[in-house]
């Protein structure tokens, strides 16, 4: 199983960017399909962006579109989160999550079929 560690995170203005990373650990990681997600104070986690173990499939939150970009790096078992034109909506803990999968283009939206969770990294978009 994989252990995730996120990074990037902090206080950016509004219109501004920022680029969040999730590294692996272990040598499987090409065996996952991962995802970020992010919660809001008082809300709940909600889906942002998901990418399948080859990272040929992406899919996107319909609030991100356009704005955020998930890509990976299997050589370095890193997961990325490109954020532009960033949003004080998207203010937020961002979250990464692996889902060990036999499918290689698989992609998941629902927090609930991870198995493995980052620790967050708190991003603060100002107006």
């Known amino acids: 199983q994989v252990q995730l560690v996120e990074s990037g995170g902090g206080l950016v203005q509004a219109g501004g960017s920022l680029s969040l990373s999730c590294a692996a650990s272990?040598?499987?990681?090409?065996?996952?399909?991962m995802g970020w997600f992010r919660q809001a104070p008082g809300k709940e986690r909600e889906f942002v962006a998901a990418i399948s173990r080859s990272g040929d499939s992406t899919n996107y939150a319909d609030s991100v579109k356009g704005r955020f970009t998930i890509s990976r790096d299997n050589a370095k078992s890193t997961v990325y989160l490109q954020m532009n034109t960033l949003k004080p909506e998207d203010t937020a803990v961002y979250y990464c999550a692996a889902r060990r999968t036999a499918f290689s283009g698989r992609v998941d939206r629902s927090p609930n079929v991870y198995d493995t969770w980052g620790q967050g990294t708190q991003v603060t978009v100002s107006s």
């Open positions: 272990g040598r499987t990681f090409s065996s996952y399909a």
